[in-house]
T-cell receptor, first 116, second 111 residues
């Protein structure tokens, strides 16, 4: 596709449910990022992939959060046993990832998760 | 470690007036600096970026920003505000691809 595509755009979950959020990056983009944006805040880094390798997961807030990109393209962010504090917009971004690239990220529209 | 501070969570300007959104950075290495804009219910869109070339950077929609190392600042300006500029603006810093964002400034344009 022409841009980064995320689904679902909106997800309402009951506390304790598991959710899965999908990101389809721009074709050919090597790098993929997940960010969490709480209401009224800036995006906070969660995790980073280069192709299928997860190179940095330092931002994942707990072991309930898990991300994968098995074939180096589509990525899924999974949140187990959701809690109310997980309510946020989850942004996916991709970039060319070429060595020396100055790091322009292309963002999707986000998946808004509301945990009741 | 890198960080950015955006001064003013809300800024209101009249249509046609100067827009000035402030960003100060902290970085242990020469930074790359970015401004992104976010319209309601949309993802972030790159306005402009500084990558150690010219200190005055021009971006889309008439915006520009000046990198001032002595002040550790990267303020965003536009000479004449337009109603379509109403949005949330984020400053970000990175040594390479992993961006660290500020908390954002919501820009309101007064007709």
């Amino acid at each position: 596709g022409a841009g980064v595509s995320q689904s679902p755009r909106y997800k309402v979950a009951k506390r304790g449910q598991d959710v899965a959020l999908r990101c389809d990056p721009i074709s050919g983009h090597v790098s993929l990022f997940w960010y969490q944006q709480a209401l009224g805040q800036g995006p906070e880094f969660l995790t980073y992939f280069q192709n299928e390798a997860q190179l940095d997961k330092s931002g994942l807030p707990s072991d309930r959060f898990f991300a994968e990109r098995p074939e180096g393209s589509v990525s899924t962010l999974k949140i187990q046993r959701t809690q109310q504090e997980d309510s946020a917009v989850y942004l996916c971004a991709s970039s060319l990832g070429i060595r020396g690239d100055t790091g322009e990220l292309f963002f999707g529209e986000g998946s808004r998760l509301t945990v009741l | 470690a890198q960080s950015v501070t955006q001064l003013g969570s809300h800024v209101s300007v009249s249509e046609g007036a100067l827009v000035l959104l402030r960003c100060n950075y902290s970085s242990s290495v020469p930074p790359y600096l970015f401004w992104y804009v976010q319209y309601p219910n949309q993802g972030l869109q790159l306005l402009l970026k500084y990558t150690s070339a010219a200190t005055l950077v021009k971006g889309i929609n008439g915006f520009e920003a000046e990198f001032k190392k002595s002040e550790t600042s990267f303020h965003l300006t536009k000479p004449s505000a337009h109603m379509s500029d109403a949005a949330e603006y984020f400053c970000a810093v990175s040594p390479y691809e992993k961006l660290t964002f500020g908390t954002g400034t919501r820009l309101t344009i007064i007709p």
